[in-house]
């Protein structure tokens, strides 16, 4: 009996291991020639930012806000991402990613308290704290990308 429960926390701890991976291994250039790639890296964005709100929201409401903005920011741009890959229409792109984040969102606060857990921390002896500068970095180009192009209208 014990090995089938060992077995079975091994099989969990790797699923959940393949959902959250690290995402600033990835550069701008990669995710703008794939958009997969990009719809992965705004749907883990959304999610890190969207799990960070709900563990800090009590404690730092103040910081909690500026993770719910990021992650709020981000969505629609999953949405349109997403209806161009599966060539759906907008009400079904919306359905689908908000499923895809809430589960992803689900599995970072699983990973981060159980962080928690065993470091007091978070995001200490993790990537999380890279992948949520990265994810500042992919906001902070789109916000410049859309200034720039309503600068040339």
């Known amino acids: 009996m014990k090995k089938i429960l060992i077995i079975l926390l091994f099989i969990c701890t790797s699923l959940q291991a393949e959902k959250i991976e690290q995402l600033s291994w990835f550069n701008l250039q990669e995710i703008l020639e794939d958009d997969k790639l990009t719809y992965k890296i705004i749907k883990s964005c959304v999610s890190l930012n969207s799990a960070v709100t709900e563990l800090i929201k009590k404690e730092h409401p103040d910081l909690a806000r500026e993770f719910f903005q990021t992650a709020n920011y981000l969505y629609p741009f999953g949405i ?74």
């Open 80 to 153: 349109l991402v997403l209806k161009k890959i599966n060539n759906i229409n907008n009400k079904e792109a919306e359905q689908k990613f908000f499923s895809s984040v809430d589960n992803l969102t689900d599995d970072y606060i699983n990973f981060m308290i159980k962080n928690g857990e065993a470091t007091k921390s978070f995001f200490e002896g993790t990537f999380l704290g890279d992948d949520i500068n990265f994810c500042n970095e992919i906001r902070a180009a789109i916000e410049t990308t859309l200034s720039e192009s309503k600068k040339q209208e």
